[in-house]
């Protein structure tokens, strides 16, 4: 998706044959990197989620280690 949008980026009137055709393509790369960067937000958030799921899910499973065993705390 990056060089694509490099590549696009890159594109100017005489490299798409008309203006009309190179406006388009400017509109659209706009758009494309506008959501290439909320996809990118919403995975970084997506991650930390993950994460921190994870480290809560791990500090529960260490707070009952042992509960269901015989002579575990209880």
């Known amino acids: 998706m990056a060089q694509a949008s490099r590549e696009l980026g890159r594109a100017r009137v005489f490299d798409l044959g008309s203006h009309t055709l190179a406006s ?11 959501g290439v960067t909320e996809l990118s937000k919403a995975s970084d958030l997506m991650s930390e989620g993950i994460s921190k799921t994870a480290k809560l899910y791990a500090a529960a499973e260490r707070a009952h280690t042992g509960m269901y065993r015989p002579g575990g705390d209880r």
């Open 24 to 34: 388009a393509a400017q509109n659209f790369h706009e758009r494309w990197e506008h």
